[in-house]
């Protein structure tokens, strides 16, 4: 390893907030209460424990940059200490940030950029938006950055993200083919709420199920056949019968809102999301179709008021 620290080689990981608390505010405190003047009652605020923070480390676990990703989609607090810049750390948590955005479906990130790093963030594909402002008396620009193509989903709770994302923008109709109900995610608590937030909204909302194996979530007591008792106008329940359909391993939920979530192999976690893509839903939806024409009523779930 090399005697100059500045040469370190780093890491850039996802933190927990309280974990890493003091970590994140070491590097903060000294880039913008120190360097910048910010007032430290602005550079702290309710929204840390709520964000997803990253932070660059070196190898002996000294912190040298951090940035976060707020649950409305913006990226801010970015830090990089000053001995380590022009290093590529804040290039590596920016993308860190956003390959994070990507994994949870989301259709674009925004963040307020200081006018002297609107360089930086146009490297990376943002664009500005509206006027120049002040904010703790440095000028900013607003930035944005739209997504293209799917996103990779690797992870149960991107997964459960993107499925939220999914039936929230959903306009009327949202489609679920399933082997079983996958209890990891349709059994989530966030995600049966979206459900039923959607179902109880109004205006002719419905929520069509096409299953491999209808008799498993039935033996399971799935939390979402409760509340599909509860609400039996909104949804229907179908099972696959023609062994072409049978023999397709394919999983996915979809939403007229533009949004899918498609597994090729259903039982897995694994698969890709976009939450702006009306004609690959427009696909999904034609070949659910097929499938739902060829596939009998669950007549068994009739004794649960379906």
């Not at 590596?92 to 963040?111: I, K, T, Y």
Request: some cysteine; hydrophobic content about 40%; glycine content about 10%.
């Amino acid at each position: 390893m090399t005697d100059d620290p500045r040469l370190q080689p780093y890491r850039v990981d996802v933190v927990g907030f309280d974990t890493a608390l003091a970590e994140l505010r070491s590097v903060r405190d000294e880039v913008f209460v120190g360097e910048q003047g910010v007032p430290i009652t602005l550079e702290r605020d309710a929204l840390d424990p709520l964000c997803t923070h990253v932070l660059a480390r070196l190898l002996d676990g000294s912190p040298v940059g951090t940035a976060r990703l707020t649950p409305d989609h913006h990226i801010g607090r970015m830090a990089v200490r000053a001995a380590w810049r022009g290093r590529g750390i804040g290039d590596a948590l920016l993308r860190a940030l956003l390959d994070e955005a990507r994994r949870r479906g989301w259709p674009e990130v925004r963040l307020n950029s200081q006018a002297s790093a609107m360089g930086f963030y146009a490297r990376h594909g943002f664009q500005p938006e509206g006027e120049r402002f002040m904010e703790a008396g440095i000028e900013h620009q607003a930035m944005v950055l739209a997504f293209t193509g799917p996103a990779r989903i690797d992870s149960r709770e991107a997964g459960i993200e993107a499925a939220i994302g999914i039936i929230e923008r959903a306009r009327r109709t949202v489609w679920i083919r399933s082997v079983a109900l996958d209890p990891w995610l349709y059994d989530e608590g966030s995600v049966l709420q979206a459900l039923r937030g959607f179902a109880t909204r109004g205006g002719g909302q419905q929520v069509l199920v096409l299953l491999h194996d209808a008799a498993a979530p039935q033996q399971a007591h799935a939390p979402l056949l409760a509340l599909a008792q509860r609400l039996p106008s909104i949804f229907q329940f179908r099972e696959l019968q023609d062994p072409v359909d049978r023999n397709d391993p394919a999983a996915w939920i979809a939403g007229d809102g533009g949004g899918y979530y498609l597994r090729g192999l259903g039982e897995r976690v694994q698969g890709e999301a976009e939450q702006d893509a009306p004609a690959k839903v427009r696909q999904l939806a034609a070949r659910f179709d097929d499938g739902w024409q060829r596939s009998r009523p669950v007549s068994e779930y009739r004794a649960l008021g379906l």
